[in-house]
């Protein structure tokens, strides 16, 4: 554990919250803005925050098994789970960042099938595509209400921009989040990285650096009906989220 005063911030720490949902890139993305030096977290806390002491707590998890950077901004973490609250208005005068982002639906709960089926947990509800899809619409849903209750704080960005166009999304990230120099397409490798319930414990996440090249997950088939509930609830609530937002990247443009 680092527990030596040295680990500890001088000043409150500013949060960056991402809101998402599983297999969205988010461990992609908590690695990129955790490499960046204005930025602390890189992986899923399975944390709520409704009160001000569970910024104590967020702190006192990562000190864990990782230092507080010096000269550092901001504290990291997302929620993917609706299980998992933000009430930025009860965290007293805590700065909060908060991003939302979404992924399409197909590759989308294809890869949360697969996730779980290849951990070997076949009876989990969300190794099914049924289940997986019951899943990503209860959380999209979650995030449109979400946007709606705190219209205008949040930057939204379509998660496959990670991939398809980095180039485009991070320095618009950069600037949302007054950050004094860009983030970078490189980063690092963590104490928790790849480990189980921190976020991605495939290879791919090991790189280093990010990686374009599409995961396939067509080996898994998921109802047509169910990929079109899921497909109009992904268009609607995205559509709602980017009316609520004050700012956004988007895939094409």
């Known amino acids: 554990m680092l527990s030596d005063s040295n680990s500890l911030p001088s000043e409150p720490l500013a949060r960056i919250f991402l809101l998402s949902h599983m297999r969205a890139y988010t461990s992609l993305a908590g690695h990129v803005l955790g490499s960046h030096p204005q930025i602390n977290g890189y992986y899923e806390m399975h944390l709520g925050y409704e009160f001000p002491a569970a910024l104590d707590r967020q702190l006192d998890a990562y000190l864990e098994s990782d230092a ?15 299980d998992y609250v933000l009430k930025p208005e009860q965290l007293g005068m805590v700065e909060c960042k908060i991003l939302i982002s979404l992924a399409q639906p197909e590759r989308t709960i294809q890869s949360i099938a697969h996730l779980y089926a290849d951990r070997n947990e076949v009876e989990h509800e969300y190794a099914s595509p049924e289940g997986a899809a019951r899943y990503y619409i209860d959380r999209l849903k979650a995030l449109a209400d979400y946007s709606r209750e705190y219209r205008q704080s949040c930057f939204y960005f379509d998660a496959e921009l990670w991939q398809r166009a980095p180039e485009r999304l991070l320095p618009k990230l950069s600037q949302w989040l007054e950050l004094d120099s860009p983030l970078s397409e490189r980063y690092q490798i963590f104490s928790q990285t790849g480990k189980p319930l921190k976020g991605d414990s495939s ?46 990247s988007l895939n094409g443009g």
């Open 203 to 248: 290879p791919r996440i090991q790189g280093g650096c990010i990686d374009r090249s599409a995961s396939d997950y067509s080996h898994v088939v998921a109802p047509e009906a169910v990929l079109d509930e899921a497909r109009a609830v992904y268009e609607e609530c995205r559509g709602k989220i980017l009316n609520n937002a004050r700012d956004s």
């Open 68 to 82: 507080i950077k010096s000269g550092s901004r901001y504290l990291f973490d997302k929620l993917l789970h609706n």
